[in-house]
């Protein structure tokens, strides 16, 4: 791919979010792919051009999270090890998803808003709850792969709930940042 190439797909990118955020579809999933000058061109399909939203989203949480120092790399110690070693990395991926989002909010809002209606962004996306459960300390890489989702995706509800309400998970120690939300994603998934 030419530096022309590689331009050209990240302006249709900004646009195609831009455009998704202007039609007010970040709410019913669908990016106005057939506006966008290009897209067809250079993706083929809308599912391409979503694809490559989700692999731009997860550059800039995985970015976000090495600069945290919570890359999956970086754990060592076994989840549920009561110690202020396993609510620092909860701490850091927490901060490093919310650094990622606040300052990527259309961008996320559009790749989350199409998750249940295309599958292979359904697949991408529970890779992403696995790194962020494993990458936290709250699950193992050799645990059941459904139950490391659900403990990922009870952590981002988690945190989405704590950026819409304000408030912070009760129950636990009182620690300052995050540390309460460590002892809650093994509490609240379904079958962890």
Same mark, same amino acid.
């Given at each position: 791919?030419?530096?022309?190439?590689?331009?050209?797909?990240?302006?249709?990118?900004?646009?195609?979010?831009?455009?998704?955020?202007?039609?007010?579809?970040?709410?019913?999933?669908?990016i106005?792919?057939?506006?966008?000058d290009?897209?067809?061109?250079?993706?083929?399909?809308?599912?391409?051009?979503?694809?490559?939203?989700?692999?731009?989203?997860?550059?800039?949480?995985?970015?976000?999270?090495?600069?945290?120092?919570a890359?999956?790399?970086?754990?060592?110690a076994a989840p549920g090890?009561?110690?202020?070693e396993?609510?620092?990395?909860v701490?850091?991926?927490?901060?490093?998803?919310r650094?990622?989002?606040s300052?990527?909010?259309?961008?996320? %809002?559009?790749?989350n808003?199409?998750?249940?209606? /295309?599958? !292979?962004?359904?697949l991408?996306?529970? #890779?992403? +709850? =696995?790194?962020?459960a494993?990458?936290?300390g709250? %699950?193992?890489?050799?645990?059941?792969?459904?139950e /490391?989702? !659900?403990?990922?995706?009870?952590?981002? #509800?988690? +945190? =989405?709930?704590?950026?819409?309400?304000?408030?912070?998970?009760?129950?636990?120690?009182?620690?300052?940042?995050?540390? !309460?939300?460590?002892?809650?994603?093994?509490?609240l998934?379904?079958?962890?």
């Open positions: 791919m030419s530096w022309s190439d590689f331009r050209r797909r990240r302006d249709i990118m900004d646009s195609a979010v831009a455009e998704a955020v202007r039609a007010g579809s970040t709410t019913d999933g669908r106005p792919f057939d506006r966008i290009g897209a067809r061109d250079l993706f083929g399909t809308e599912e391409q051009l979503l694809l490559a939203l989700h692999q731009r989203w997860h550059q800039i949480l995985t970015g976000h999270l090495r600069a945290e120092g890359g999956p790399e970086d754990v060592t090890r009561e110690n202020t396993d609510s620092d990395q701490d850091a991926v927490s901060r490093a998803w650094r990622a989002v300052l990527n909010r259309d961008l996320h %809002a559009v790749v808003a199409n998750v249940e209606r /295309v599958p !292979a962004l359904r991408a996306q529970d #890779a992403e +709850l =696995r790194l962020l494993v990458t936290s709250l %699950a193992a890489p050799h645990e059941p792969e459904d /490391v989702i !659900a403990v990922g995706a009870t952590l981002v #509800a988690l +945190l =989405r709930h704590r950026d819409v309400s304000g408030t912070k998970p009760s129950g636990g120690s009182a620690t300052s940042g995050d540390g !309460a939300i460590g002892q809650w994603p093994r509490r998934a379904p079958s962890a």
